[in-house]
């Protein structure tokens, strides 16, 4: 493992385990002896930041429709491609339903050479709660299917086959200012060859509350160890939230959506001023 990349990953667990305390934001009883926190505003509006999963949960019979774009084309292309707005796009579509206020199951499709993704969310515990924790956690895990096959060959074999899990690991040290960190790992992150390769990084990010509503975003997933392309994950970008929506817009340097796209990297280097576009929107009701 990459000494630099190790000390830079304790740093930034040390931030989050520590960040905010001397804060002191309102308190209520809650019996027994113990305390919890209480913020006016939500440590994530969103279900992920740009691609790295948050602590928030789905509440019990709570349903979260997505839809992810990431451009393909990069601004560089210039404005005959409207600086990559124009498309192509890989594009994500999922439905997510609240089992229980702690558990959620999702199910969703990317054109990225047609893989089908299955993942669930488990909330582990919330800041403050009923023992007056200061993180929240939740894990995540998936598998992805790629049905994107040459013609004679079956899709249903070990190297179309990819699984990861995540753990999102978030503080809120404000009502504006959330930081979190997601220790990752993802099987198979190398399309194009039969030999397995996997991918571990450590994603870290954060949200800030700049108006009413609306944040900024940001995020860089450094692979740790595993499969890499060049350039690590990074993203910046808007989050506004609208009654029940909730939307990102973000430059970032690759295309990828599921986890074992976007964790071993992307092929843009910002220092060329070289960068993609991309959005989410999350759209949530009840059954």
């Given at each position: 493992?990459?000494?630099?990349?190790?000390?830079?990953?304790?740093?930034?667990?040390?931030?989050?385990?520590?960040?905010?305390?001397?804060?002191?934001?309102?308190?209520?009883?809650?019996?027994?002896?113990?305390?919890?926190?209480?913020?006016?505003?939500?440590?994530?509006?969103?279900?992920?930041?740009?691609?790295?999963?948050?602590?928030?949960?789905?509440?019990?019979?709570?349903?979260?429709?997505?839809?992810?774009?990431?451009?393909?084309?990069?601004?560089?292309?210039?404005?005959?491609?409207?600086?990559?707005?124009?498309?192509?796009?890989?594009?994500?579509?999922?439905?997510?339903?609240?089992?229980?206020?702690?558990?959620?199951?999702?199910?969703?499709?990317?054109?990225?050479?047609?893989?089908?993704?299955?993942?669930?969310?488990?909330?582990?515990?919330?800041?403050?709660?009923?023992?007056?924790?200061?993180?929240?956690?939740?894990?995540?895990?998936?598998?992805?299917?790629?049905?994107?096959?040459?013609?004679?060959?079956?899709?249903?074999?070990?190297?179309?086959?990819?699984?990861?899990?995540?753990?999102?690991?978030?503080?809120?040290?404000?009502?504006?200012?959330?930081?979190?960190?997601v220790p990752s790992f993802a099987s198979n992150t190398e399309y194009d060859v039969t030999e397995k390769q996997n991918t571990f990084g450590l994603g870290v990010g954060g949200r800030m509350l700049v108006l009413n509503n609306i944040s900024l975003v940001g995020e860089i997933v450094p692979v740790m160890s595993g499969y890499k392309t060049d350039i690590n994950t990074w993203g910046l970008g808007v989050e506004i939230k609208k009654g029940g929506h909730v939307f990102h817009f973000f430059m970032n340097d690759e295309y990828g959506l599921?986890?074992?796209?976007?964790?071993?990297?992307?092929?843009?280097?910002?220092?060329?001023?070289?960068?993609?576009?991309?959005?989410?929107?999350?759209?949530?009701?009840?059954?």
């Amino acid at each position: 493992m990459n000494l630099k990349l190790a000390g830079f990953a304790a740093a930034i667990l040390a931030i989050v385990i520590f960040s905010g305390a001397s804060v002191s934001p309102a308190q209520t009883g809650t019996g027994a002896g113990t305390t919890e926190t209480q913020f006016s505003t939500p440590a994530f509006y969103g279900k992920s930041l740009i691609n790295l999963p948050t602590t928030k949960c789905l509440d019990k019979g709570e349903v979260l429709f997505r839809v992810s774009h990431r451009f393909i084309q990069p601004s560089n292309s210039g404005y005959h491609s409207f600086y990559g707005l124009d498309g192509p796009a890989y594009i994500l579509l999922s439905f997510g339903y609240g089992i229980r206020d702690d558990w959620s199951v999702t199910l969703g499709r990317t054109n990225f050479r047609d893989e089908v993704e299955l993942s669930s969310v488990f909330s582990l515990f919330q800041q403050g709660g009923t023992h007056n924790l200061p993180l929240s956690a939740v894990l995540v895990g998936a598998a992805t299917l790629t049905t994107q096959v040459p013609p004679g060959e079956l899709v249903f074999v070990h190297k179309n086959v990819r699984l990861s899990i995540q753990a999102g690991i978030s503080r809120q040290v404000t009502n504006r200012l959330s930081v979190l960190v997601v220790p990752s790992f993802a099987s198979n992150t190398e399309y194009d060859v039969t030999e397995k390769q996997n991918t571990f990084g450590l994603g870290v990010g954060g949200r800030m509350l700049v108006l009413n509503n609306i944040s900024l975003v940001g995020e860089i997933v450094p692979v740790m160890s595993g499969y890499k392309t060049d350039i690590n994950t990074w993203g910046l970008g808007v989050e506004i939230k609208k009654g029940g929506h909730v939307f990102h817009f973000f430059m970032n340097d690759e295309y990828g959506l599921t986890p074992n796209q976007y964790l071993p990297g992307g092929d843009l280097k910002l220092a060329d001023g070289n960068v993609r576009f991309g959005f989410n929107i999350y759209r949530s009701f009840w059954l």
